[in-house]
């Protein structure tokens, strides 16, 4: 037998110690919404998830650069659409001017707006994109991964190139030139064509790249999800778990209470309807004639007060007491809720006297 140390206390300490350490744990992670608040929680899973988070940014970011190339792309089409507008409509005064019927005077007017508009296409050619020529005929290479190792070779378009300044170039004054002019024109729409082909096949490849690098990056946070991110259901089980271990021995440690005299839990009420007041104070008052003549208060006694008492009360027996003046020692006369105070079984000697 030891004295001046108490094993079970320290031991009960400790695991008290070693709950709340838990609870709150526990608690950190359900407001985190992450299993790794602290690099001690998983060593492992910590440097592996920081490695995935690391690859989801740079897989992110590669989907942005493909979406700006997309948008160079889009951007590309929108002028080669009016270039092509502006060919039609060349290729139109074109035919316009072969007529015979019109004179070198009228086909000046159809040159007028012929040249203006081969302007418009030789003014398109130097256009640009956030400072990047659309038309200069410069091919751009596009990142499509993570890594930076793997480039799209964006094909370039160029409407410097001979068959767009040869039709600029023409004139429709007579009719042998519309004639050469027509031929021309023709030559750059057959060549804006492909270039609109190949500005189309550019989006469709990025496009495919970009939604490939959005699964890519779904399967990779999914992967980093199951090492970091908390289960709620489970954790939620955790924390009640801990939370009852520490409520349990805070309790069992602390120093008991000490239990409050018969006299003092046996005083009357101060609140209450005035039947249920009045009630009560005939117990009390009958109860302690008894006591201070030494008579006994037995169980019979306590049934006969009781239903003595509801019947001046004018109600029934109260839900919550059902069967507590049926031969039981352990039970007084009325719960809390009618304000009367039970008499336990303690109180009670062998013969069911009151003592």
Same mark, same amino acid.
């Given at each position: 037998m030891v004295i001046n140390t108490n094993y079970?206390?320290?031991?009960?300490?400790?695991?008290?110690?070693?709950?709340?350490?838990?609870?709150? &744990?526990? +608690? /950190?992670r359900l407001s985190s919404g992450s299993k790794l608040v602290n690099p001690s929680d998983d060593? *492992?899973?910590?440097?592996?998830?920081?490695?995935?988070?690391?690859?989801?940014?740079?897989?992110?970011? /590669?989907?942005?650069?493909?979406g700006n190339a997309v948008?160079?792309?889009?951007?590309?089409?929108?002028?080669? &659409?009016?270039?092509?507008?502006?060919?039609?409509?060349?290729?139109?005064?074109?035919?316009?001017a072969l007529d015979e019927t019109k004179s070198d005077t009228d086909r000046g007017l159809y040159n007028n707006e012929f040249t203006k508009l081969g302007a418009f296409v030789t003014a398109s050619s130097t256009r640009d994109f956030n400072g990047v020529s659309m038309f200069g005929g410069s091919a751009i290479n596009v990142t499509v991964n993570s890594e930076g190792t793997s480039n799209f070779a964006y094909n370039a378009v160029n409407l410097s190139l001979n068959s767009y300044t040869v039709a600029t170039g023409s004139t429709?004054?007579?009719? *042998?030139?519309?004639? @050469?002019?027509? @031929?021309?024109? &023709?030559?750059?729409?057959?060549?804006l064509a492909t270039d609109r082909a190949t500005v189309g096949a550019n989006q469709a490849a990025l496009n495919m790249y970009q939604e490939q690098l959005g699964v890519s990056k779904d399967n990779l946070t999914a992967a980093n999800s199951r090492i970091k991110d908390v289960n709620v259901a489970d954790e939620s089980t955790t924390f009640a778990k801990y939370n009852i271990l520490v409520q349990a021995g805070s309790v069992l440690g602390?120093?008991?209470?000490?239990?409050?005299?018969?006299?003092?839990?046996?005083?009357?009420?101060?609140?209450?309807?005035?039947?249920? +007041?009045?009630?009560?104070?005939?117990?009390?008052? @009958?109860?302690?004639?008894?006591? &201070?003549?030494?008579?006994g208060l037995s169980n019979q006694s306590v049934r006969r007060v009781g239903r003595r008492l509801l019947k001046i009360n004018r109600i029934g027996r109260p839900d919550g007491v059902q069967g507590g003046f049926q031969n039981r020692s352990s039970c007084g006369l009325?719960?809390?809720?009618?304000?009367?105070s039970a008499i336990p079984r303690k109180d009670f000697g062998p013969s069911g006297v009151f003592v």
């Open positions: 079970s206390a320290l031991s009960s300490g400790r695991q008290l110690g070693e709950s709340q350490g838990m609870l709150n &744990k526990s +608690l /950190a060593a *492992a899973g910590f440097a592996v998830s920081a490695r995935f988070d690391a690859q989801i940014n740079r897989t992110q970011a /590669a989907v942005d650069n493909i948008s160079f792309s889009q951007t590309q089409d929108g002028y080669l &659409k009016k270039v092509a507008k502006a060919l039609d409509r060349m290729s139109e005064l074109s035919m316009l429709i004054t007579t009719t *042998a030139n519309a004639s @050469t002019a027509l @031929t021309n024109v &023709k030559a750059a729409i057959n060549q602390a120093p008991h209470r000490a239990r409050p005299g018969r006299e003092e839990w046996r005083k009357p009420p101060s609140s209450g309807s005035r039947s249920e +007041l009045l009630s009560a104070r005939m117990f009390w008052i @009958t109860e302690s004639s008894l006591r &201070k003549s030494g008579r009325i719960s809390a809720s009618n304000t009367f």
